[in-house]
């Protein structure tokens, strides 16, 4: 049996393809590059039926993802994450078929573990035994867990302002690590040059084909979990875009195989932060590229991006899908961390807090229609976020009793 159906990879730009036997960076064009599988051959030898006996987590896709020997796979259990039924925020929203996929639940915390699982399985497999990138935190944490177990070294550069707690992963597992006193970006140079300097494999966003892979595999069981019967709308907070980008591919692959419908797709939508929002400018301006944005600041950090290497490739999922990009403000995206844990009970983190503060928003310009079946990506666990919520606790004595305020019954 086939395990991998990878055929190769190619370049959206300009075309060229390469070998996925060896290690693979960008395209010499300098665009990143995509994976290639033999659709023919995996629409007469796998069937929605195959799945039915397979554990849950995204390996059971294993033919639509790049491993060829099941020998290199590095695992913790990460895929197939609950789809739940937003039912109290959706009635705030108007919104009744309102959805979260919640990606707190996967190992690490964040969504950032599927890119890792499948990523470093592929580098064990090509060879790599060193690599490096920058990361927001999310990214940098579990990709320095994943190269545990896969047995590679991981340098990681990630900004001082990152999450506390994913330096602590990172250390954790073991991997080198660096914080800078700036940017993502600026952790990029400073890859880019450690890169060179000591020969890594440079593992930086899109800068190798198989993240994008990972992540396709939430689109893959969006579509599973509805029974292959695909949402209107799908919101995702976009930093690099890698997410939106993986949905996209997955969807298409979809269609491909025959499992989706051709004729629906749903409405991507890319949500930022006002403090960051070069795909939400492009998008307005109508450009097929973005502007890197300056002074770039926000609470929802794993969207920090002022500069995606896959613009292009969010701006034309967008408007392929007919979808939008749209930004909220920091406030906004507090304020709804406390509203969705409030209503459903779920403490998400403020990337996820974003999309739903634009699923409101939408839906007040009726961008979402009545009654629309609308799914938000919770990328995160918001426990991994812990100064999103101020607390003012009273402090008792072990003899006091609590003096309830009359305003707290309800
Ligand atoms: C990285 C990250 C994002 C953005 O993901 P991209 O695929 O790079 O756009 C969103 N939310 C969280 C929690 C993240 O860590
Ligand atoms: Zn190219």
Redesign the pocket.
């Known amino acids: 049996m086939t395990y991998s159906y990878v055929s190769h990879l190619y370049c959206p730009k300009c075309e060229e393809t390469y070998s996925t036997k060896e290690k693979q960076q960008l395209c010499k064009c300098g665009s990143p590059l995509l994976v290639a599988y033999k659709m023919d051959e995996l629409k007469s030898n796998f069937t929605k039926e195959d799945l039915l006996k397979r554990t849950p987590d995204l390996w059971r896709y294993h033919e639509l993802l790049p491993v060829e020997d099941q020998e290199n796979k590095v695992t913790l259990g990460e895929g197939m994450t609950p789809m739940l039924h937003m039912k109290n925020s959706g009635k705030e929203m108007d919104i009744p078929n309102l959805y979260m996929k919640d990606?707190g639940l996967i190992p690490s915390g964040?969504?950032?573990s599927r890119g890792a699982a499948v990523g470093v399985s592929k580098a064990k497999e090509v060879g790599v035994k060193e690599l490096a990138m920058p990361t927001?935190?999310?990214?940098g944490a579990a990709w320095s867990l994943y190269c545990a177990q896969a047995e590679i070294t991981s340098t990681i550069v990630m900004p001082l302002d990152a999450p506390e707690i994913t330096r602590k992963e990172c250390v954790a597992a073991g991997a080198d690590l660096y914080l800078v006193n700036g940017l993502i970006g600026d952790a990029g140079k400073i890859v880019g040059q450690a890169v060179k300097d000591y020969n890594l494999f440079d593992a930086s966003?899109l800068k190798e084909p198989y993240r994008i892979e990972g992540?396709k595999t939430m689109g893959l069981e969006i579509a599973e979990q509805f029974n292959w019967e695909v949402p209107d709308v799908i919101l995702?907070?976009?930093?690099?875009?890698?997410?939106?980008i993986?949905i996209y591919k997955a969807l298409r692959e979809l269609q491909e195989l025959g499992w989706i419908p051709e004729g629906k797709m749903p409405r991507l939508v890319a949500v930022q932060s006002e403090g960051c929002a070069p795909i939400v400018k492009a998008w307005e301006e109508g450009k097929t590229s973005a502007e890197p944005w300056e002074n770039a600041e926000t609470v929802?950090?794993?969207?920090n991006?002022a500069k995606?290497l896959g613009d292009f490739l969010i701006l034309d999922a967008i408007r392929e899908t007919d979808g939008c990009a749209i930004a909220v403000n920091d406030m906004k995206i507090l304020d709804e961390v406390a509203s969705v844990a409030k209503a459903d009970g779920a403490f998400v983190?403020p990337?996820?807090a974003a999309a739903f503060a634009a699923a409101k928003e939408l839906r007040v310009q009726n961008w979402i229609k009545d009654g629309e079946k609308v799914v938000v990506l919770n990328?995160?666990a918001g426990i991994?976020y812990p100064n999103t919520v101020e607390v003012d606790a009273p402090i008792l004595q072990k003899d006091e009793k609590i003096v309830k305020q009359a305003t707290t019954s309800k």
């Open positions: 990606e964040s969504f950032k927001n935190g999310n990214a966003t992540k995702y907070p976009t930093g690099g875009g890698v997410g939106l993986g929802a950090f794993g969207i991006v995606a983190c990337e996820g990328t995160g991994k």
